[in-house]
């Protein structure tokens, strides 16, 4: 089956990204933004752009009754995932494959839960620098999509499918063989970068430099190494290495979506990050010092928000 619709639901960074490049590529009705009638108000109204340029998307509603989309795409955050996978029941049918681009190492399984792990494809984006304010998003690096089955070894059909398909819309991708390691890599790459910049207030350019700030981040991910080995994962130092290496192709002055969250004052996916850590260091008995570092200073600015 070739893929010839696709839904997008979440138009934050990946959402805008994806949805204008994908629009661009393909006839305008078969690239689906799914959302509630009062945010496609304002983005009618307001506009949403990208490097820019005004995006011309159709949006659909929940409510909207439509043949199946061939592809699904979550690009919302996770605190947004209960209500995104309501959203979105009318575009899942028989052959749809859905991939989820969310931080974290948990959306696949609760997309799955409700709609069949059978249906779910394992994903990882990285290597986009996009920074995005109000409606206007803007990037240098696209970066690209990774994914593959949660079953190591395994190319199917449903990921030649999509592969196939990302190359005709000309989307970077990379299939991976491993991709549940792949996102405990980025998972780890996440843990680091976004808590740091979000801490230091600052940029990539903080923390792809010599000093404290790197320093901090390459301390809370070797946390997540450790984690990894109790969990049969097994990162190691070649991985850390290997995220870091990503984290160098960035744009200085781009920042990771955290430090956008808090100079904004939204509250943070924290608990994702910093969070998860903490509980698997309790569970397993293993010191996370400095993610209780991070997790602390975060949540004291968030407290901030109030009181100023």
Not at 153 to 160: F, H, R
Not at 252 to 268: C, L, N, T
Request: proline share 3%; aromatic share 8%.
């Amino acid at each position: 089956m070739a893929i010839k619709t696709v839904s997008i639901v979440g138009l934050g960074a990946l959402g805008i990204l994806y949805g204008h490049h994908l629009s661009k590529e393909m006839p305008k009705k078969n690239v689906r933004i799914i959302a509630d009638t009062a945010r496609i108000k304002r983005y009618v109204q307001d506009g949403v752009y990208c490097n820019g340029e005004r995006c011309d998307f159709h949006y659909v509603t929940p409510e909207e009754i439509c043949e199946p989309a061939d592809l699904m795409i979550f690009t919302v955050k996770f605190s947004g995932l209960e209500d995104a996978i309501e959203a979105v029941k009318n575009q899942i049918g028989k052959q749809t494959i859905i991939i989820s681009a969310l931080n974290g190492i948990t959306s696949e399984a609760i997309i799955g839960e409700a709609y069949g792990k059978d249906k779910v494809l394992y994903c990882v984006a990285q290597g986009m620098d996009a920074v995005k304010e109000e409606n206007k998003l803007t990037y240098e690096h696209m970066g690209m999509l990774c994914f593959g089955e949660r079953e190591p070894g395994l190319v199917s059909e449903k990921v030649q499918q999509v592969a196939d398909f990302f190359e005709k819309m000309k989307v970077p991708y990379e299939i991976d063989t491993d991709m549940y390691k792949r996102q405990w890599g980025k998972f780890m790459l996440n843990v680091g970068v976004n808590q740091t910049v979000a801490v230091y207030k600052s940029n990539y350019g903080e923390i792809q430099r010599k000093g404290h700030a790197r320093e901090m981040m390459i301390s809370a991910m070797r946390e997540v190494i450790v984690l990894s080995e109790k969990e049969g994962i097994h990162l190691t130092e070649r991985d850390l290495d290997y995220w870091l290496s990503v984290l160098d192709t960035l744009s200085p002055e781009g920042k990771p979506s955290m430090a956008q969250d808090i100079e904004a004052r939204r509250y943070s996916e924290v608990e994702l990050f910093a969070g998860t850590i903490l509980k698997l260091g309790e569970k397993y008995g293993v010191p996370t010092l400095v993610n209780k570092e991070l997790y602390d200073r975060i949540k004291l600015l968030e407290s901030q928000y109030i009181c100023n």
